[in-house]
């Protein structure tokens, strides 16, 4: 780090500490902390409202500058006067959206937070939330705004998705038979139309693949709009990986550059290759990415927590001299640690014995105890298995 980074800061960090000081200035607001990693500042009203700001936006419309203007901006942002109350009123802006996993915890002073927005697992690393579109903002449903309405989880859910119903229909006539790779460009660039979301709409995926004839592959490389490639070949997915691996670079609330399909029940699923296929090493290089991030956001947010119940473990994307790539995590003796779902779990023994084994086979010789409501899942366990099992685990290391 240089003198001046270290002492100064980042100009995104000031911009972020800035609006931190307005947010927490007003009277409303009971907490508010700036997460800069994520550039966001999660904040929670004295009504119970969490929410999360994301800054992306505000710093490009204001190029980094702290002004009057910008600090409007958060007014409408923060507190918008337009919010619906009642259920009646609600429940025709309600929207589904795809968001990181975890991406829904706010961790609020004196209180566990984690389940506060409302959010249940959608794809591996992605979540489901449901958000309240106004004019000028979106606002995150929370569990306290279900208890207010009146209405449970899956209620919330069902309207969100029927309200993107007639959208669905809609969409489908740009898909049709045809020949040769073709891709087409859902694009949402100012988040009101939530095309990126029709994945998760109940028979819009059987009705694309009806009206093509074949499987399309989906990418999700933002938080809005999609890719859908119809007729993609072996040969031409290493390139279109490329595409969507670029399209997640620059967007800006990255989601994933993984590929996904539609299985047999017509619900969105990740592709899965053999290991000679062309683009096998993309695909592993895109799902260890996506793996990484959404952990090491929750790591970071885990550990920050004075009551976690054992050794948080990090995911490490590892990347071998011929060029494989995996993720693997540690396994400490004498302690409790909460393992993230890994390709590999490295033992590191108090003799200075270290070693890897696949996940897979440590599982079928250790119980690994799924903890709790963790969004990416963690596994708990403890000292390292006896001796025996040891001797088996170092037959079994690569």
């Known amino acids: 780090m240089s003198f001046l980074g270290g002492v100064f800061g980042s100009p995104r960090n000031r911009f972020g500490k800035k609006i931190l000081e307005q947010v927490r200035g007003y009277d ?26 994301n800054l992306d936006t505000l710093y490009r419309r204001f190029d980094g500058k702290i002004s009057a203007e910008l600090f409007e901006a958060v007014d409408t942002l923060l507190l ?61 449903v929370t569990r306290q705004d279900l208890s207010r309405w009146g209405v449970d989880d899956e209620q919330v859910y069902a309207v969100a998705h029927a309200n993107l119903t007639e959208l669905a229909m809609s969409t489908l006539t740009a898909f049709d038979p045809g020949q040769g790779v073709r891709v087409l460009d859902f694009a949402d660039d100012a988040g009101e139309n939530y095309v990126g979301s029709l994945p998760l709409v109940a028979g819009w995926l059987a009705g694309v693949r009806t009206r093509t004839g074949g499987t399309p ?14 007729g993609a070949t072996p040969e031409a997915l290493p390139q279109l990986l ?68 054992g050794a948080i473990m990090e995911l490490l994307h590892v990347r071998a001299p011929d060029g494989s790539e995996y993720t693997m995590t540690s396994w400490t003796d004498g302690t409790t640690n909460l393992l993230p779902a890994a390709d590999f779990i490295c033992f590191v023994t108090g003799e200075g014995d270290v070693f890897r084994v696949a996940w897979d086979d440590v599982s079928g010789l250790v119980p690994l105890e799924l903890a709790g409501e963790y969004d990416p899942p963690r596994f708990r366990v403890h000292d390292h298995p006896p001796a025996e099992i040891m001797t088996q685990l170092r037959a079994l290391a690569r």
């Open 28 to 53: 409303a607001v009971e907490f508010a902390q700036f997460d800069a990693e994520a550039f966001e500042i999660a904040y929670r009203l004295t009504n119970g409202y969490a929410a999360k700001l």
């Open 80 to 140: 918008p006067p337009d919010a619906p109350e009642g259920w009646d009123e609600v429940a025709p802006k309600l929207r589904p959206v795809l968001r990181r996993a975890g991406y829904g915890a706010v961790q609020v002073a004196g209180v566990n937070g984690r389940d506060l927005v409302l959010t249940r697992p959608a794809l591996p690393y992605l979540s489901e939330l449901v958000v309240i579109d106004l004019p000028s903002t979106v606002q995150f």
């Open 217 to 230: 592959l989906f990418f999700l490389p933002g938080h809005l709009g999609m890719l859908v490639v119809l």
């Open 242 to 309: 490329e595409l969507a691996a670029e399209r997640h670079e620059a967007a800006l609330r990255p989601l994933s550059a993984v590929p996904y399909t539609v299985d047999d029940n017509g619900d969105l699923m990740p592709l899965r290759v053999d290991e000679d296929h062309p683009a096998y090493a993309e695909i592993r290089h895109a799902q260890a990415q996506l793996a990484v991030g959404a952990y090491r956001s929750q790591t970071e947010r885990l550990r920050a927590e004075d009551d976690r119940e």
